[in-house]
């Protein structure tokens, strides 16, 4: 039997730290990923449900994007994949029982830890207007509250339907056809916080705002450059293909504020010698950068390619390209002085950088939100795309951009429709399917949907998984705007924090997981999903739901469609909650690359989406070729006396779902309000490893945010530059400190002042 839930908070956050590691997974990890599997599950469970994991023919990991490959292995699957199954298939349940004896207060002054801890959510729950607590409802009677609040707008433009990315394509075609039928483009997701930088930069570059390479062309590539993620804790598997490629000869740069232990070796735990031996070393080059210097770095590297004899593919870039005169010109305009400072870099540690690139024939750069969280990320981004474009690297094996997304279908959510700024193409094919009127006019993304709850624009909100007030930016703001709306509703699997910050009425759904089983009148269905390198394939979950009254997330959209829309919708809601193939169906005839959906998943590993700068170097853009592009260079520049703070992640959590308080990797244990600081920065501040202090952050409008009791860490991280965790430090990111053209919330850049905490 697993272990019962804390039943307390832990009685204070109290880290301790220790040496930083330098290297990731090994036996450690496995001895990790399985205590911590079965805490949650009990040893029986976990052996049956993480054989399944990334099986051709079991379920996705809920974890991340990263692809599996051909042929995948026994154990396809992390620590970290682990937990996050581990989460999911949870023994533990929240019950009408526990919240019988939590008020909505109660639980609202819980960390975000002690709710997920509480296990699976097992009965649709409501709380009325002025009611301390939620109470259990029967479904039907869930959907009528909602079509009756619906109903009631002004305009459908008052709602807004929020998706995290672990929705299955089906459920999010459904979901955005609802959305539109209903009549408003109002569909913000996770992805306006996360890789909308990286989209909004390679759709006007390349004409496609995916990545362009396959598994296999990390395996091929000479160099490949890594920057601004961490994949020894968000993308484990990632560790496997460095590696491969590594032994074929490959050499790789890391650019990060922070020296990643899973950057810098790498024990496999599917090898003899990554169990137990000193494993295999994977970074050649590591540029510890400022953090937001990476455009000037880039740019740099740009100008020293063009100055070099022979280094530009020319007869590619004459051949495919656009806009290449006036980039170079810009480029050529990059000094030395300006990038050092802005990149923290030295001359030699540049000019080695471009040695490697200039002995590679093949470059694929990986990225996350180390590139996509700033104010600036969009031309950072576009650099990148100049830097590959110069030497040919799009469109061959071996090379290619390499946005590494997050959550694991936020790439196919995308696909099938979810997005506020729909293009007119989509919209008429969905118009010419389903035989109604899309709106057309866009609407609005995460940050733009905060404002119009604030500004009581907006009175519905409506959330597809995710845990939208913990993730978003300015905590306090958006928690307000969420009390401003009359009705919040929650498709959910585990409790969190934006069920106990509520509208006037609010809504608990309960739904299944990717684990699980999910019968239909029609028998099992299984869904499928897109991952970072636009592979699609099947999911089949195989466990026992974690309770009867759950509805799969295909069903509660159609059953909500059918209670809102009536009469008015000649679309077949019920023919779709039956048989999700009626789903794929349509998805093949409204979605392009999905023809014969059905025959095509159906093949052991799924199949790729059609990718024109990747396979043909065919670039949709305006012109039909690749764009260069020449932004000016943009750098954070600090206040004297403050620090440019990152929010990120922690090996022990999945997003906003705490699964422990340590950071293996990094040294800390036992708590989370840490925040690491150069030794030199914090001396310069009367700060000792282990002092406790308050960090404000400080907005261009003149106001601040104050976020207390944070011990400092001593941390080799680049001078002038501070990391923390997310998202106990959302509370600091202005919600107007947004990346230019993407709108993403700017977390990765926060300007702030260290002091010394009053008290812990
Ligand atoms: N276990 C686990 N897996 C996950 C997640 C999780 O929370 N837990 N989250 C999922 C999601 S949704 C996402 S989007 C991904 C996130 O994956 P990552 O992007 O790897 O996540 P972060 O922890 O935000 O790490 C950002 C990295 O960028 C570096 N960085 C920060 N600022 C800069 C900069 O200005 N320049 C450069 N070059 N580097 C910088 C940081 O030091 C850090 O190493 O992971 C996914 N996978
Ligand atoms: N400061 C700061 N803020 C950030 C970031 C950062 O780096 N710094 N990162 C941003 C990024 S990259 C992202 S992607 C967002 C993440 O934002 P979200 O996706 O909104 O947040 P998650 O924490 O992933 O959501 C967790 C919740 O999803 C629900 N859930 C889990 N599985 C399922 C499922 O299968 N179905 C349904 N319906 N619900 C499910 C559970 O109830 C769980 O509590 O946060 C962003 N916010
Ligand atoms: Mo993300």
């Not at 154990?75 to 019988?100: I, Q, Y």
């Not at 002025?130 to 259990?136: F, L, S």
């Not at 498709?491 to 299944?512: D, E, F, M, Q, Y």
């Not at 949709?620 to 403050?642: I, Q």
């Amino acid at each position: 039997m697993p272990a019962k839930p804390p039943a307390q908070d832990p009685v204070q956050d109290s880290p301790e730290v220790g040496e930083p590691r330098h290297s990731a997974a090994g036996l450690p990890a496995v001895g990790h990923a399985m205590r911590a599997a079965q805490r949650q599950m009990g040893v029986r469970r976990t052996a049956l449900t993480l054989l399944r994991v990334n099986q051709q023919d079991g379920f996705d990991c809920p974890g991340c994007a990263w692809p599996e490959p051909g042929k995948p292995h026994a154990a396809e699957f992390c620590e970290n994949g682990a937990k996050a199954v581990a989460e999911e298939a949870t023994l533990r349940r929240v019950t009408p029982a526990f919240f019988a004896e939590h008020t909505v207060g109660d639980l609202a002054g819980r960390s975000g830890y002690w709710l997920g801890q509480q296990g699976r959510l097992t009965t649709p729950m409501y709380l009325p207007e002025g009611a301390d607590r939620y109470e259990p409802v029967g479904w039907d009677e869930a959907f009528g509250l909602i079509a009756e609040e619906l109903r009631v707008l002004g305009s459908p433009d008052e709602a807004v339907f929020y998706t995290s990315g672990r929705t299955s394509n089906e459920a999010a075609f459904l979901y955005q056809l609802f959305a539109r039928e209903y009549g408003t483009n109002n569909l913000p997701d996770c992805s306006n916080m996360c890789h909308e930088s990286s989209g909004s930069a390679l759709v006007e570059t390349l004409g496609v705002g995916k990545g362009s390479v396959h598994l296999e062309d990390l395996h091929q590539a000479d160099l490949i450059i890594v920057a601004g993620q961490n994949p020894g804790t968000n993308h484990p598997r990632m560790l496997s293909a460095l590696e491969k490629a590594k032994e074929n000869g490959a050499r790789v740069i890391s650019v990060n504020p922070l020296p990643e232990a899973g950057l810098e070796r790498f024990r496999n735990p599917q090898t003899p010698r990554g169990l137990t031996g000193r494993g295999t070393a994977l970074t050649d080059l590591f540029l510890q950068i400022r953090i937001g210097g990476d455009q000037a770095l880039f740019r740099l590297l740009n100008r020293l390619l063009l100055e070099r004899e022979g280094a530009v593919d020319t007869e590619f870039v004459a051949g495919h390209c656009h806009g290449f005169e006036e980039f170079a010109a810009a480029a050529r305009a990059a000094g030395w002085d300006e990038t050092l400072a802005a990149t923290g870099l030295s001359r030699a540690e540049i000019e080695r950088a471009l040695e490697m690139v200039l002995a590679s024939r093949s470059v694929v750069v990986c990225w996350a939100m180390g590139l996509t969280q700033h104010k600036h990320s969009v031309p950072t981004i576009k650099e990148v795309v100049n830097f590959l474009l110069l030497r040919g690297n799009i469109g061959r094996p071996g090379a290619g951009v390499c946005p590494v997304r997050g959550h694991s279908n936020v790439q196919g959510d995308r696909t099938m429709g979810i997005y506020e700024k729909p293009a007119g193409a989509f919209l008429d094919a969905l118009e010419r399917e389903f035989r109604f009127s899309p709106p057309r006019e866009h609407g609005l993304d995460v940050v733009d949907s905060i404002r119009a709850m604030r500004d009581g624009r907006v009175k519905v909100f409506f959330a597809m998984g995710g845990n939208f007030v913990a993730a978003s930016p300015d905590t306090e703001v958006t928690e307000d705007a969420m009390r401003r709306a009359r009705l919040t509703v929650h498709v959910s699997t585990k409790l969190n924090r934006s069920h106990c910050v509520t509208g006037t009425r609010a809504l608990i759904l309960p739904t299944l997981g990717r684990t699980e089983r999910d019968t239909q009148a029609s028998g099992d269905q299984f869904v499928t999903v897109e991952d970072s390198m636009g592979k699609v394939h099947a999911s089949r979950g195989r466990l026992r739901p974690a309770s009867a009254e759950l509805l799969s997330e295909p069903a509660i959209v159609s059953r909500l469609a059918r209670r809102v829309l009536g009469a008015g919708s000649a679309t077949p809601w019920e023919e779709f909650e039956t048989d999700y193939r009626r789903v794929r169906e349509r998805i093949a005839r409204v979605v392009p690359g999905f023809e014969d959906f059905e025959e095509r998943v159906a093949a052991p590993g799924g199949f790729t989406l059609p990718h024109g700068p990747r396979d043909s170097r065919t670039f949709p853009t305006a012109t039909g070729k690749a764009h260069f592009t020449a932004s000016p260079v943009e750098y954070p520049r600090v206040p004297e006396g403050r620090l440019l703070l990152q929010t990120l992640r922690s090996h022990d959590q999945y997003n906003t779902t705490v699964y422990g308080l340590d950071d293996r990797y990094r040294g800390i244990t036992g708590g989370r309000r840490v925040v690491m600081v150069h030794p030199r920065d914090a001396a310069e501040r009367g700060l000792a490893d282990g002092d406790y202090a308050d960090l404000t952050s400080e907005w261009t409008d003149g106001s601040e945010r104050t976020a207390r009791g944070f011990r400092v860490v001593h941390y080799p991280t680049t001078r002038g530059c501070a990391a923390a965790y997310y998202p106990e430090t959302n509370v600091l990111v202005p919600l107007d400190s947004t990346a230019d053209v993407s709108n993403t919330p700017a977390s990765k850049s926060v300007v702030v002042r260290l002091t010394r905490a009053a008290e812990r």
